[in-house]
């Protein structure tokens, strides 16, 4: 073999090759971060912490933030808001048990993050973002990895969601005083739903709402937390 042939063949494999190194360097680095983060910190549950390990982060980062996709950090991903740190991505996950088929409500799509790793356990997704942008970028980034079936749409979190009610679980991705009434209004029986309440710099706490068979809730509060929070009036 002459060296013009080898040349010409390492260049044309030069594309699909480094895509594969990536992949797998990215792919090692979510390895870490559950073996690292996540199971030390308490997430136990197998459909989670796999779909923690599918679903690839650095597509759901602003470019500049790449290289930290796979910290256990929020990042911000532009208009003041954060894609969630992944520990309580994972925590919230494994929180409203999902199994494939449920009925899943996320209120602050953001990135898509979220909603990806819910979409990634078989449950199906509806998220609303209140900012346009926000979730018409969220739209069309699940859609290019394959989660076409998570529903986005830009609207007002605070309404819930009607028309697509009741829910089995309702995850709500930003903070505020109070659970607003409707989101615990759609939430079926025997549902959960996880929100971060409080005042984000004096005490945010994650609560979880359980919903019994006859539409009693109960509520506890799990662990301090700092969301961004849930606005009003659509941007
Ligand atoms: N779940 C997201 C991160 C959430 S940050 C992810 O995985 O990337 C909180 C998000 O909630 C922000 O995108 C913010 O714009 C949105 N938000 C704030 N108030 C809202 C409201 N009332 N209704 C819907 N979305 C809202």
């Known amino acids: 073999m002459t060296a013009g042939t080898l ?52 597509r759901f980062v602003p470019a ?21 740190q992944p520990a309580v991505v994972a925590y919230m996950t494994q929180l409203v048990r999902p199994r494939p088929g449920m009925r899943v409500l996320e209120v602050g799509t953001g990135s898509g993050y979220q909603a990806a790793v819910l979409a990634e356990t078989g449950v199906r997704v509806w998220t609303v973002e209140i900012f346009r942008v926000l979730a018409e970028e969220a739209r069309v980034r699940l859609g290019a990895l394959g989660y076409g079936g998570v529903t986005v749409r830009h609207g007002d979190g605070y309404a819930g969601w009607p028309e697509e009610a009741p829910f089995d679980a ?45 539409g009693k809730v109960a509520s506890t509060r799990l662990l301090p937390v700092r969301f961004v929070p849930l606005l009003r009036g659509l941007r």
Do not use: C, N
């Open 7 to 58: 040349s010409l063949s390492a260049a044309l494999r030069a594309g699909p090759v480094q895509a594969q190194t990536d992949e797998h360097r990215w792919r090692s680095a979510r390895e870490r971060l559950v073996a690292d983060h996540l199971i030390p910190q308490g997430i136990s549950d197998s459909v989670t912490l796999a779909a923690m390990r599918a679903v690839p982060r650095h």
């Open 170 to 214: 309702i995850v709500v991705t930003a903070g505020a005083d109070t659970i607003p009434p409707a989101l615990i209004e759609q939430l079926a029986p025997e549902g959960r739903l996880v929100m971060p309440v409080g005042d984000p710099f004096l005490d945010q706490q994650l609560v979880l709402v359980e919903k019994d068979g006859g």
């Open 64 to 84: 500049d933030q790449r290289a930290r996709a796979y910290d256990d950090t929020p990042l911000p991903i532009g208009h003041d808001q954060t894609i969630s």
